[in-house]
C-alpha cells in the first residue's frame, strides 16, 4: 500500500468505527557525506515514513503511528489509538475545522546538483579546516540533505501537503596550541545546497575554536556578559518553551499569568514568522491544517501571546496561532517556525550597554 | 522476518559489483508510552517501527542506506543502487548467491518474566498513579509527572561474512518527577528505573518508591541554599554519579574517536591512565541490564569488556570498522539506535566496579567540599574530555559530615584528568538507566558506580 492509499484507508476505517481521526504522513529522502581526510568515508542514502493517527472518541484523544503499511498494521493503529484514547479523563478532545490546503513546494530544485558537487563541499570544509597549522584532528565533517512530503488529511475536511527540504555542512574541529586542547561543532544550515559557504564556514570554525585557546579559567563572579547571536539562541532554549501553552497549562510556565505584563528588558522582542521570505524554518501549515501566520511573542519586553494549537488554545480561551506541531511518531505538542529576536536601534543598544549594571 | 534466499540475493549484490563486505540489518519495534499528570493521562502513545539497513564496506570506506520498504523488488533495487553508487562496475558475476549462514538466535538471556501482553494499559496506568501517591511526601509538591515506556525490538543481522543472529529485546522503564513549591521558589525531584524486563519493572521496585525519592529530592532542593564555589574535594553519589565518567571517559575509549585520534586517550593502551583504585567495565552481558542484549547490532555476541583494570587501560569499545581501522578485535560493541543509523562502537552497560572503602570513611577528612549525591544532565566535548554536569541533589560536607543542601552545583574539568584524582572508592555499587545520544543515535545504556571520592574538582556555584 503506498502512503496515499493507507492514509484513504486509515479514514475510511476511522469513519465506519465512529471515530474522528486524523493522519499525518511523512515520506522523507535523506543524503549524508562524509569526508575524513579527504576521502568520501561514508555515505548514507534513505528513504524514510511514517503514518501518524489522531483519533477522537467523545471528547477523548489517543494516538498511534507505523512505518509499516500492511492492512494489519494499520488497524493495530486504529485499534491502540482507540484505546490509548480510551485511558484520557479529559473529554474536551476535538478534532479543529479543516479546510482544502493545497499543495505547496517550498524547495523547488534547491537540492539539485551532482552528489559529485556535494561530496566537494564536505571535503572543502575539511580541507579548510586541515589548513590551520593548530589543527590537531577534524573527526567529523559531513554533508546532509534532506527533502520530505508531509501529507495531512482529517474527517473533517482537512487535506492538503508540502514538500520541504534543507541542505547542511556539520563538522567537529579540534585544534590545539602547547598543552590547550578545544574542540568545537558547527555547522552551516541553508534550504538550497548552492547558499552553503564551506570556506566561510571553515573560517568561521577556526577563529571560534583558536581564540579558545590558552583560555584560562574565569575567577567566579558577576559579570557582564556579551553574547554572540549563536551563543543566545542557547540560552533562549532555557525560556523559549514557557512561552508553549502546553507549558502553560502543564502548570511549569513562569510567565503562565503574565500576559500584558512586563517580562524582559525593553530592548528585547521576540517574533516567530513561518513566512519569511528565506526562512528556514517555513510552513505554509502547521500540523493540524492551520494556516501559518506572524506571531509577536514579547514586544518591547512586554508578554503578548503564547505559542498555541487548537487544544492549548481552547483550554486557555486565548486564540490558536498556528503552532500545532508532531511528527507521525509523537503527539501534538507545540513548536515554533522562525523564531528571531528582533533587532534595536544601535542607540538603544548603546544605551543599554553603558547604563550600570 | 525476511527470507534466507532473499537476504542471500541482497548480500551478493554490492559484492558483484566489488564491495568487500556487506551486511543487511532489519528491526521491527512496537512501543508504547504513557505519561500523566497529576493523574491525569497527557499522553499514550504507540507506534510500529519497521525497517532495514543496508552496509558496505568498501576498504574502510562505508556507504550505508535505509528504508522501510521491504518488499524484495524495493530491497534488491536498494542493493544494486547503492553498490552502483561506490562501486567500480561489475566484478565477479558469481558473487555470495549461495553464501551459507551461521544461524543463531537469542536463548532468552534478558526474557522477561512477566510477559507485556499480560497486562492491559489500565493496568500500566495504575502503576503510575502509584509513582504520584508516593511523591506526595508533603504540600509543598505540586506536581507529580509519571510516565512509563516499554518496547519489543526484534532484530535480525546478516552479512557477507555468513553471520546471521536475530535478537529479541524487551525493555521497560517508569520515571517519576515532581515538581515542589513555596511562595518564592520551585525545585524539582526525579527518579526511573529501566530494565530489559518485561511487567515483572513493577515488582523489582514499588512504583511508589520511585515517586517517594522524586518527592524526597525535590523538597530537598526545596530548601536547599545556592551552591558554593571554588575548588574542593567532592564526593560522587553512586548510580547516575557514574553519567560523568559515562560522558567524560566512556566516549573517549570508543573506537568511532580512537580511530581517528579525535580521543586524548588514543594509542594509550597498557598506560596507566587513572588512579589505581578504578577498574571500568563495559559490560553488554548483564542480566537484564538496561543495556543488555544477547547480539550487538552487527550480530555479535555480547560480552564484558574490562576498559581500565586498577588505573591501566586494557581496552576500547570496538565495533566491527572500528577494529578494521585500529586492528584490535571487536567487542560485540556495535550499537545503533534504529536501522536509520549505521552502528558504530557504543557503551552498553558500564560501571567503575567497587572498592574496599566502606562508604562513611569517603567523607572522613573533608574539611569543606561538596557531596554530589545524584547527578543532572552535562555537557563533554569527547576530543578534549572537557565537561560540564549540574549536580541534581548536593550537600556541603564539612568536618567529615554531610550537612546542609545545596542546588545549582556544575561540575567542571576534564575525564581524563578527574580519574587520575579518584582517591577512595567505596563499595555500594549500584546503575541507573538513561539514553545516550552519539553519532548512531540515541540508544539505551546504564551508567553506574559506588560512591568515590575525587580528590579536588571545580565546582562552579554563587560567586
Redesign the interface.
Known sequence: MTFAEARKYLLEQAKSAGLDAEILATESRTLSLES?EH????????????IGVRVVKGGKT???????RSKE?LG??LK??A???E????TGGFLPAGQALGHKDLISEGLSAP?EEKAEAAHELEGGLRQDERT??V??TRYTESESEVSLSSTQGAEGGYRNGYAFLLS?L?MRQGES???VYDFNFEKEFHALEPGKTALKMIDKTSRMLGAK?LK???YRVYFEPSAFTQLMGLFVFMLSGKTVL???S?FADKLGQRVASELFTLTDDPLLPDGKGNRPFDSEGTPAQTLQLIENGVLKSFFHNSATAKALGQDNTGHASRSY???LGIGPSNLFVNRVRVSHWKKALLSPT | MIQTELVQKILATPLRYGADFAELYVERWQRRGMRTINKEVKEATSGIELGAGLRLFYGTDVVYAYTNDLEPESLLELAETLAKLKGQGEVDAGGAGGLDFRKESYIGLHAPAKPLEQKDKRFRLERLYEIDEGARVSDQISQVEASYLEWEQDVLVANSEGVWAEDRRVRSRMMGLAIASNDTDTQTGSNNLGLSVGLELFDLKDPKEVGRYAGEQALTNLRAKRAPAGTMPVVIGNAFGGVIFHEALGHLLETTSVAKKASVLSDKLNEEVASTTVTYVDDGTTPHGWGSSEYDDEGMKTERTVLIDKGVLKSYMVDKMGGMKTGYQPTGSGRRQNYTYAPTSRMRNTFIEPGDTPQEALFEGIEYGLYAKDMGGGQVMPGTGEYNFGVKEGYIIRNGKIEEPVRGAMLVGKGPDTITKIAAVSSDLATSAGMCGSLSGSIPTEVGQPHLLVSEIVVGGEA
Request: glycine fraction near 10%.
Open positions: 575524513f576521502k568520501l568515508a561514508q555515505i548514507t542514502q534513505a528513504t524514510q515514513g511514517g489517543g494516538y498511534a503511528s507505523t512505518e509499516e498494521a493495530w493503529v491502540e489509538a484505546e490509548n484514547a485511558l484520557q479523563s479529559d552528489i590537531d584532528q573527526p567529523l567537529s579540534i586542547l578545544k574542540q579559567p567566579t563572579g558577576r502543564e502548570g511549569k513562569r511518531k509523537s503527539t
